[in-house]
């Protein structure tokens, strides 16, 4: 087909995206429902273990490129940050806080990734990114009041969530340059091996999971390594390699829409009302962190067929 370039430029990294948000949100809604009987550590390398054995299978039956000189560095960072601390400490702040409320929390990830891009790989630096992350942060405050007033919420779990979201801002600007020459499934592959080495001291808990885990929560667990993790990771590498770091972390602040309402319907949870106030507020700082500043120039300095934007 002659338009298929186009159609890669379009469709398919805005269907790729789209697909790893639903992935993300229903693993919130997993989690939570794991927490009450895996322990974080042997979730994380289930859960780690299962995604790497699919990705493995991937990365097999196709040529392969392997990482090299400086990319090792930004993908052992990616591995241990994103695959690693981020998923141990979600899976333990989940046993602490609804899904919704983690899900919620986690948008301050895409302010730290526009920040960062901004610092490390260039992309633009605004005043509206400034407003934005103060916004944002200032939702996470009301969302920790919220899980504080809440007699079966925990604070320590909106702690660990957004130290989460820190390690998930940390995981997606050092994927970034990775793209431009290593495949999804290498980046994904190498980053979930990375991730079990990180939470290899757990390899007791996760030893004890073997031995007394139930077939529920197998099946949870192996949901979680194939779609959330295998497939829907390997989508999100895909999208960044058409898209900008910051504008697709963006597209995010749909996940705790649709972990809310999974959670509502599977689990019955929903978040304290004072936390909808936050969720919001980190939404709203997104979207301000992402708006472009128009610059008046004169026209005859501007080609005809290039718009006026920074």
Request: charged share 15%.
């Amino acid at each position: 087909m002659t338009n298929s370039p186009a159609l890669t430029r379009t469709w398919l990294p805005t269907a790729a995206a789209g697909f790893t948000l639903v992935c993300w949100a229903s693993a919130f809604v997993a989690i939570r429902h794991l927490g009450h009987d895996v322990t974080p550590g042997a979730l994380t390398i289930g859960r780690l273990g299962i995604a790497a054995i699919v990705l493995g299978i991937m990365v097999y039956r196709r040529p392969r490129t392997w990482p090299r000189g400086r990319e090792w560095p930004l993908l052992i960072a990616c591995g241990v940050m994103w695959f690693g601390i981020y998923n141990l400490a979600l899976n333990e702040a989940e046993r602490r806080i609804d899904a919704g409320t983690a899900a919620m929390l986690i948008q301050i990830g895409p302010l730290l990734v526009a920040l960062l891009a901004a610092v490390f790989l260039d992309e633009r630096l605004t005043k509206w990114l400034v407003v934005g992350i103060a916004i944002g942060f200032t939702g996470v405050a009301i969302i920790a009041l919220a899980n504080d007033q809440s007699g079966d919420r925990d604070l320590w779990g909106v702690l660990l969530t957004v130290l989460a979201a820190i390690t998930y801002g940390i995981g997606v600007v050092c994927q970034k340059p990775l793209t431009r020459r290593l495949h999804p499934f290498e980046i994904t592959f190498l980053a979930c091996v990375i991730g079990l080495l990180t939470a290899s001291p757990f390899t007791g808990e996760f030893v004890d999971l073997v031995e007394h885990g139930s077939a529920s929560s197998w099946l949870w667990i192996l949901y979680l390594g194939v779609f959330p993790t295998a497939l829907a990771f390997s989508t999100w590498a895909f999208a960044l390699t058409h898209m900008d770091a910051g504008r697709l972390a963006i597209t995010t602040f749909l996940v705790p829409v649709i972990a809310i309402v999974l959670a509502a319907v599977l689990l019955g949870e929903t978040p304290p009302a004072l936390a909808y106030v936050g969720g919001v507020l980190c939404v709203v700082g997104v979207l301000v962190s992402r708006r472009r500043t128009r610059v008046k120039e004169p026209l005859a300095a501007v080609p005809a067929d290039q718009p006026v934007t920074t």
